[in-house]
């Protein structure tokens, strides 16, 4: 019975572990090969160890990519997070026409392509398509330009939060939703507000919904790549690492320099697993200390 | 009971804050609507109009049909080729990780077997795998079989899902009591019965989130349909629209291909925002199962 049920196991899980192989831990293990080649002077290839590595270490435009989607995300995650849960706990306690009107359409911007995301808003950011510019200078601002250098990485910081808040927003809802009443049903017979339990005994309950939509959003801030390069028609302001992943696809495909692109890429999966768990790490021990 | 609890909540404490509340709900509905409303007003417009009225109104023509008629014949009907390909592409690497994850999320929920606990925390690792991390690779290996410029290069990799995995894992635990399984095991059905008649249409709700999920990842995605497609004819809309926007922008202002844009833009997103207003009760229900753990 029991060796039954660990075969019968097995073979339920062999078409998902056939997926990993092929596209999850070959392409994984493949880049790992590559990027410790490199190309010889002769033609052909040789075994480099850690070389792309460590020049990787010291390439100014993939440490400047880097930093930037890092402060891109210290700066853009909280904003976005903090949003879907005002949104989340508003529309926890009010059930209204317009409170599922604004659920819905704060959630349809998940639908839409991030391409397509990209294209109407570079649209409405542009001075000859879009009323931004005329609205913005005429609040005082001149020659506003959404595409400049300086404005550029906001800009693309608006459209991501456009189309990933309402997402956030439900799953924190979602958990909320989750909670069960009596909890907070006795917080109000003892008189606190509406605010008092949202802070004090809402948020504390959804704890593992808002750690998982960080955590979401910080794998999705390390490898932006579709916006910034859509947008790149616009402006100068995209170089050619402006995030890693543009980086390395240019690597790859611009200049043919498959091994270097490997071990960037490669590099950004490790940065963004390092990352993932030391705030898992923090998390944990912060709800240990409580 | 609870439906009791939630009337008596909705009454008890919401007035004061309503006000507020209900502004910041109408601010952000019309940030959030802005860019589609765009959209839909802009894709009335001829070129001439596009510069030359109002963007965020109607313009005095109406020029839809135009636009959707030069859509359809833009580079011998391109667009809708497009179309095609992003609907077969998404609905079969959904369909693919629907039932692949719904095994392997079955099977570590009531299965014990040797490997399991290595196996769960393996998931919850890949899912932090960075997928565009994956695509060179994967490009390289499968240049050498011969598989890259197919729509196998896009649609397979899209079946690795192992959020899909966890997703089905904890539905199972929740709501597939183990008691059942045994008494089908007693009544002699085989596991993959169990897992076809039994398991499945108890797994509903959640199979059709999995779906959802999937199919709008896959008919969103950019970066792999970008690195592994080099023919137009292959190319799903997101993939298809970026060429056309780029030939628009190096023609300068004067291009046709503005207007194309902007309505393939519009007939982009339509089926799945319908399909979504739609389905809402499902997505809704499947993120909870999610999200509470």
Do not use: C
């Amino acid at each position: 019975m029991k060796l039954r049920q660990s075969i019968t196991g097995w073979l339920f899980m062999i078409p998902f572990l056939i997926v990993v192989l092929a596209f999850l831990i070959a392409p994984l293990g493949y880049a790992l090969y590559l990027s410790t080649q490199a190309d010889t002077l002769v033609g052909g290839q040789e075994f480099v160890g850690f070389e792309n590595y460590k020049f990787s270490l010291t390439d100014p435009i993939f440490l400047e990519g880097v930093k930037r989607v890092f402060i891109f995300g210290l700066i853009q995650i909280p904003i976005m997070l903090f949003l879907s849960t005002v949104g989340a706990l508003v529309i926890d306690v009010v059930n209204t026409r317009l409170s599922r009107t604004f659920r819905l359409i704060a959630f349809m911007p998940y639908a839409v392509p991030g391409v397509v995301a990209a294209l109407m808003w570079g649209f409405l950011y542009s001075e000859s398509f879009g009323p931004f510019v005329g609205i913005v200078e005429s609040l005082g601002a001149k020659d506003f330009n959404f595409f400049s250098l300086k404005v550029f990485i906001y800009s693309v910081s608006n459209i991501i939060t456009w189309a990933w808040t309402g997402y956030n927003m439900i799953i924190i809802y979602s958990a909320l939703q989750g909670l069960s009443r009596e909890v907070y049903e006795a917080a109000i017979v003892d008189g606190a507000t509406q605010i008092q339990i949202a802070i004090r005994v809402k948020l504390p309950a959804i704890k593992n919904a808002i750690l998982l939509t960080t955590i979401f959003a910080i794998i999705g801030t390390m490898q932006i790549f579709t916006e910034p390069r859509i947008l790149a028609r616009y402006t100068n302001a995209v170089s050619n690492g402006y995030t890693p992943n543009i980086y390395s696809f240019n690597l790859a495909f611009a200049q043919s320099q498959f091994n270097y692109a490997a071990a960037v890429s490669f590099t950004l999966a490790i940065v963004v697993f390092v990352v993932t768990a030391i705030v898992l790490a923090l998390t944990r021990r912060k709800g240990r200390v409580e | 009971m609870s439906l009791l609890t939630k009337n008596k909540k909705k009454h008890g404490y919401l007035a004061p804050h309503s006000n507020t509340a209900n502004l910041v709900m109408i601010l952000a509905i019309g940030y959030f609507l802005v860019p589609i409303v765009w959209v839909v007003v802009n894709s009335t417009k001829d070129n001439l109009q596009l510069f030359s009225t109002f963007s965020l109104w109607f313009g005095n023509e109406w020029h839809l049909m135009d636009n959707l008629k030069g859509l359809m014949t833009q580079d011998g009907g391109l667009y809708f080729t497009w179309m095609r390909n992003t609907a077969v592409y998404s609905i079969a690497s959904a369909v693919g990780a629907t039932i692949i994850s719904s095994m392997a999320g079955y099977s570590l929920a009531r299965f014990n077997f040797k490997g399991r606990s290595i196996l769960e925390a393996g998931i919850l690792a890949m899912v932090m795998v960075p997928a565009t991390a994956l695509v060179m690779p994967l490009y390289l290996m499968l240049s050498k079989i011969n598989l890259v410029n197919t729509p196998w290069s896009v649609i397979l990799p899209a079946m690795l899902s192992p959020f899909g995995a966890f997703l089905i894992r904890v539905y199972v635990q929740e709501s597939i009591p183990e008691e059942i399984l045994q008494a089908a095991r007693i009544d002699r059905a085989g596991e993959f019965r169990i897992y076809w008649q039994i398991v499945l249409p108890m797994l509903r709700p959640a199979l059709v989130t999995v779906f959802l999920f999937s199919l709008v990842s896959s008919w969103n995605n950019f970066f792999l349909p970008l690195v592994m497609l080099s023919e137009n004819k292959y190319y799903p809309l997101t993939v298809g629209l970026q060429s056309w926007f780029a030939q628009a922008s190096q023609e300068g202002g004067n291009s046709i291909l503005f207007n194309l844009v902007i309505a393939g833009a519009l007939i982009a997103i339509i089926p799945l925002i319908i399909s979504f207003i739609f389905l809402q009760k499902y997505w809704q229900g499947g993120i909870n199962a999610g999200s509470i753990k």
